[in-house]
């Protein structure tokens, strides 16, 4: 018999899968329109889409996002999911391990990441709230190469179970000053504000991902478990992943931001990355793919977007990763004038 936890686990990927791919996100990323230039003067081949991570030349700068581990069922989907990882050369990060802090037979299901993909970049993921110590234990757990702090308030708030104390800041910053990986604090899609992004930089903290609404929404899938108390006026909380990104653009700090939410493309990819992503995780998505599709189908995928990202690198005349920051766009009224209302914050 699995514990409550780990069924949390398999009720995550059920209701995921069942449910909240079908509300689609596809217009997510439509609030910025890339303008053409006919004329790049650049080849497809001279482009490099390689980004560096803590001593790592990751070949392309998006990865698998955290989701599975901890019960049996997840524990096969990160085998899966490590299996594509090796194959590609694509970076991974597990689910929450703080299952992996009270049951010892949840180990195997984390593990197996590190035993079928031995060489590559895997992120530890571990909630808020947790000690020096526990992150060191996740990290040691399967060796990875970094680690996720997840911040999830409002997913706690909707969660019958869920914490009800937020005091998390004094233990990130012991995390990050203790481990011997960088540390990525990550929300997981109500986005990221300036005034978040300070407190993280005030603590040390390098790398945040946004983590925007717009894809995977665990307001609806917590309050699809949630069978006794209504939570449906959350659903729209939080900000979207574009809107997270201009957070990080108006912020004056100089943390190094990833972006997740709502990818389903390599376009929405590109348009992360132009926002000022270094890398962008792609979670629903990804474990849809595997889910219809099996391990082949989601290679083929991945190395599908790998190539395309090539072509659209080429298609904006970026040479490179830093080349991005002069790609021009345009924001939809309802974006730019969010912008307006959230500078000089
Ligand atoms: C089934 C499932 C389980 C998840 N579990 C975790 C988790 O344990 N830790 C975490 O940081 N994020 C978790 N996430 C959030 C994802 O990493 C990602 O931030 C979020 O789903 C938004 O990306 P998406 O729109 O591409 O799905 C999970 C997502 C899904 C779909």
């Known amino acids: 018999m699995e514990s409550a936890h780990a069924h949390r686990k398999d009720e995550h990927l059920a209701i995921t899968e069942a449910n909240i791919r079908k509300a689609g996100s596809k217009e997510n990323f439509a609030d910025l329109r890339i303008i053409h230039d006919g004329l ?15 001593d790592f030349k990751l070949p392309m700068p998006f990865y698998i996002e955290a989701m599975t581990g901890g019960s049996f ?21 597990v689910g929450s391990q703080s299952i992996t802090l009270k049951d010892k037979s949840s180990y195997e299901s984390f593990e197996i990441v590190r035993k079928v993909n031995p060489d590559g970049f895997i992120f530890a993921n571990l909630g808020a709230g947790k000690t ?9 757990l399967i060796n990875a190469n970094a680690l996720e702090i997840h911040i999830n308030v409002a997913q706690e708030i909707v969660m019958p179970e869920g914490d009800r104390n937020f005091n998390w800041l004094e233990d990130i910053a012991e995390i990050v000053r203790t481990v011997n990986v960088p540390v990525i604090v990550k929300e997981v899609g109500f986005g990221i504000s300036q005034q978040t992004l300070a407190k993280l930089a005030a603590i040390g903290v390098q790398y945040v991902n946004v983590g925007g609404r717009g894809g995977t929404n665990f307001a609806a899938i917590e309050n699809q478990r949630n069978h006794d108390t209504d939570y449906d006026f959350m659903l729209d909380w939080g900000q979207t992943t574009l809107e ?3 957070e990080g653009q108006l912020s004056n700090t100089d943390i190094t931001l990833f972006a997740t939410g709502g990818i389903n493309n390599p376009l929405d990819i590109l348009k992360t990355q132009i926002m000022g992503a270094k890398m962008t995780g792609v979670a629903g ?20 977007w790998q190539r395309q990202l090539h072509e659209l690198y080429a ?12 790609t021009e766009y345009l924001l939809s009224s309802q974006l730019a004038n ?8």
């Open 40 to 54: 790049p003067e650049l080849a497809v081949a001279d482009t490099d889409i390689s980004v560096n991570l803590a």
């Open 73 to 93: 069922r997840t524990g096969q989907i990160n085998g899966q999911l490590a299996q594509v990882a090796k194959e590609t050369q694509v970076a991974m990060a």
């Open 132 to 140: 020096a110590q526990d992150a060191q234990f996740a990290i040691d």
């Open 244 to 246: 997270s990104l201009i």
């Open 285 to 304: 998505h990804f474990l849809h793919t595997l889910l219809t599709k099996k391990e082949v189908g989601l290679t083929n995928e991945i190395l599908t």
């Open 315 to 326: 298609l904006v005349g970026a040479k490179n990763q830093a080349d991005l920051a002069q």
């Open 338 to 345: 969010y912008r307006q209302q959230r500078t000089n914050n």
